[in-house]
Every structure is written in C-alpha cells, then in structure tokens.
C-alpha cells in the first residue's frame, strides 16, 4: 500500500511544483487554450490575475507535497484548483482533446492524494456537526453569534442559487469595471458560473440545515475568496465590495467555529494510508 | 516507515531493504514522466522528481558509514545534462553525452545502494533503522 501511496505522491509532486513554477519563472509554453471558450476564460484568468492565484496555490501544494509540510491541508487548497483544471482542460477544450488527459490526470491523482490522507479528512466529514463557541468557554452570547452567522450566510448562499436556477431573488452582478465584466461574461459563457451556483444552492442548503457543515464550509469558501477578489480587487463598487468581504468574514468565522472538525487538517506532518512512524 | 523519512530528511540512515522498496515507486514515477508527458513538462517533472532521488541516496550512504558529498558528482552531471537538454537543446552535440554521463552515474550510485553493506552498529548518522 505504502509504495502506491508514494508513487501517487511523487507523481503529484512531480507535476505541480514545475506547473506552479512555470507562471512565475517560465519554463515552457502556458497552453492557452484552442477552443473559443477556453481561450476566453483563460485570457479572463490571466487579465484578472487570478491566474497567479491558481498558480501560486499549484506550486505551494507541490513544495507541501514534496517537504511534507501541511500535506492535508495544501490539497484541500488544491482541489478547487484541480476541479477548475478538468473543467478547463474537459468540457472546455473537449471531452476527446488531448488536454482531456491532463484535466483527468490532474483531477484523478489530486483526489488519489486527497485519499491517502483520508483519516485527516473524516472529522471534516462528519454529517451532525455542532459549532462551537470561539475561544475556550462556550457563551450564550457567542453561540447565538455563530448562530446567527450559519442562518445569514446559508439563506445568502441558497438565495443566490435560488436566483440563479430557479426564481430571481437577488440580482446578479454583472460589473462595470472592465476586468470585472470580462471575467463574469467568460464564467457566464463558459458555463462555470452554474457550476459555481449548483455549489452554492447545495451547500447554502447543508449549511442551513446544519448537515455536513465543515465540508459545507470548506466546500464553498474559494467561492466565498473569489467572490471577494471579483468584488473588492476587480469590480471596486463599495457595497459590492463590503458583501464580498462579508461573505469571506461569515464563511471564516463559521469555519474557526468548527475548527474541531479541521484539526486533522491542520496536523503538520500526518501519516498517509500505510505509513507508520517507525523510521526508515 | 514513511514518505519524509525516506524522501525528505537527508540525515539520517536508510537500510538497503527500505532502500530498494522507496526506489520503485521513484523510478516508477520517472517512467510515468519519461514514457507518457512529452516534451518540457515531462523533463522538468523529472527534476523534480530527483530531489527525492539525492535524499534516499545520502540515507542510503549514511547507512554505509559514508559522507553524502561524493553525491555532488551526480549532482553535477544531472545539473549540466539538464542544461543542455532542456535549456540548450540546439547543443545537441554535448548535450548527448552529457545525458548519457549523467545516468551513468546516476546508475553506479543506485547500483552502489543495492549491493553496498550497511554498517550494523549506530554510526555518526544514527541508529541503524528499517
């Protein structure tokens, strides 16, 4: 098992430290993209900057992976990363292209990792989890806080997917500033934006519900983070920008309230499957 | 046993069985680079991938009762293949045989780790371990 685990892991390494790297010292050519949608969202990306982003997150998760510093929590980083790979590299630039190969390559072995770390993952998972207070005594006054908290950030999330798929409940922005308007279009053309809505319908419900709320959280939040950039770096529009932060304040908040379920996550060198703490 | 022992921590000793173990996964993930990601991404992959490779030998030496510096001589070929290969790739002429130097090498350093004894006793390493 250990072998598996570690041809999955250098395999891994291998592919994001140079893929990471590539956008900050370049090494060889950025595939841009040869179908119409890809190109847009991916000149959208890189216009937006939130391409260094990706790729900063790529090339930390492959030093984590490779040092063996906060694995767990580097991949949890990654796989919004990974899902908007595929995304990219499949149904953009087709379910038959050659670039299909990488997207499920990078996918598959992002979950194979994920995997491997599986017993730092499940307190996340756990289906009735209560948030705590924050601090070491639990209040009244902080519970219904972070009550409070979990009812306005699970209604906004289902709002905005309500509003999306079903019925308008809340406007969506569309933006004014340039960047802002080019990447929404490029996330409306490319269909991304109901990939980002179905995750925010899904977990807007879970969160109200208080059904897998870490993974709810954790789920949502690089939403939640680009979101904020749209609003606050591309958009500027101060109400916009002051619901953009406020969305990241609800989501982080609700998180360090369940930081008992992340703890696993937050261990710094965890044990893989089949690994034991006998030195080699 | 575990990956950062193994393929993270340069210091201390690794036996010849968890030697030879840890190696299979890493020549395998350079066959998966070598055999099926073409051109630049699949040769900088492969860089990549011998920073773990220069960790298990200096364990393997350590285990042996030897200093990790002769390691410096494959680190140089590897180092001037790379930049003839990947970077230099019009200086085929020196490029070749600096590949081929540098897998020599490469090759009687990993060979030396599946046959060299280790030392039974603790050395200046640590205790033998695996």
Redesign the interface.
């Known amino acids: 098992m250990?072998?598996?685990?570690?041809?999955v892991?250098?395999?891994f390494?291998?592919?994001m430290?140079?893929?990471g790297l590539?956008h900050f010292v370049p090494?060889?050519p950025q595939p841009l993209g040869n179908q119409p949608l890809s190109r847009e969202l991916f000149l959208a990306l890189i216009d937006s900057r939130l391409f260094t982003l990706v790729k900063a997150v790529e090339l930390f998760a492959?030093l984590c992976a490779?040092?063996?510093f906060y694995v767990p929590l580097a991949l949890l980083m990654c796989m919004p990363v990974a899902v908007c790979v595929w995304y990219w590299d499949v149904p953009l630039q087709g379910w038959d292209s050659l670039s299909a190969i990488y997207g499920w390559a990078v996918l598959g072995f992002t979950c194979l990792m994920c995997l491997t770390y599986i017993r730092s993952y499940l307190p996340m998972l756990a289906p009735l989890a209560r948030p705590r207070s924050l601090g070491s005594s639990q209040t009244p006054l902080v519970g219904h806080i972070v009550l409070a908290a979990r009812i306005i950030f699970g209604a906004w999330l289902l709002a905005n997917g309500i509003s999306h798929f079903v019925t308008p409940l809340l406007a969506m922005p569309a933006g004014h500033m340039p960047l802002a308007v080019q990447l929404m279009t490029a996330l409306h053309n490319s269909d991304l934006i109901d990939v980002v809505m179905a995750i925010q319908l899904v977990t807007g419900a879970l969160i109200l519900a208080g059904l897998f709320l870490p993974l709810a959280l954790c789920v949502v939040m690089p939403i939640s983070v680009c979101a904020a950039y749209w609003s606050v770096i591309l958009e500027r529009e101060p109400l916009g920008a002051l619901l953009g932060l406020a969305a990241v304040g609800l989501n982080a908040l609700l998180m360090v309230a369940c930081l008992e379920h992340y703890r696993g996550v937050l261990v710094r060198?965890p044990?893989?499957l089949g690994?034991?703490?006998?030195?080699? | 046993?575990?990956?950062?022992?193994?393929?993270?921590d340069a210091g201390?000793r690794?036996?010849r069985g968890?030697f030879i173990?840890?190696l299979?996964?890493?020549l395998?993930?350079g066959a998966?680079?070598h055999l099926w990601?073409f051109?630049?991404?699949g040769q900088?992959?492969?860089?990549?991938?011998f920073?773990?490779a220069f960790v298990l030998h200096a364990?393997r030496l350590h285990d042996m009762g030897r200093s990790a510096w002769p390691l410096a001589l494959p680190v140089a070929a590897v180092a001037a293949a790379a930049w003839f290969h990947i970077l230099r790739p019009e200086e085929a002429a020196v490029g070749r045989p600096a590949i081929y130097a540098a897998i020599a090498l490469c090759a009687v350093f990993t060979l030396w780790g599946l046959i060299g004894a280790g030392e039974s006793g603790a050395n200046r390493y640590g205790e033998p371990?695996?």
């Open positions: 250990q072998y598996a685990v570690w041809f892991r250098l395999v390494v291998a592919w430290v140079p893929a590539n090494l060889f492959g490779l040092t063996g060198r044990l893989a690994e034991t703490e006998a030195r080699a | 046993m575990r990956y950062e022992s193994l393929f993270v201390g690794t036996s968890p173990g840890a299979i996964p890493l395998l993930a998966f680079y990601v051109g630049k991404p900088f992959a492969g860089l990549v991938l920073f773990p364990r371990v695996g």
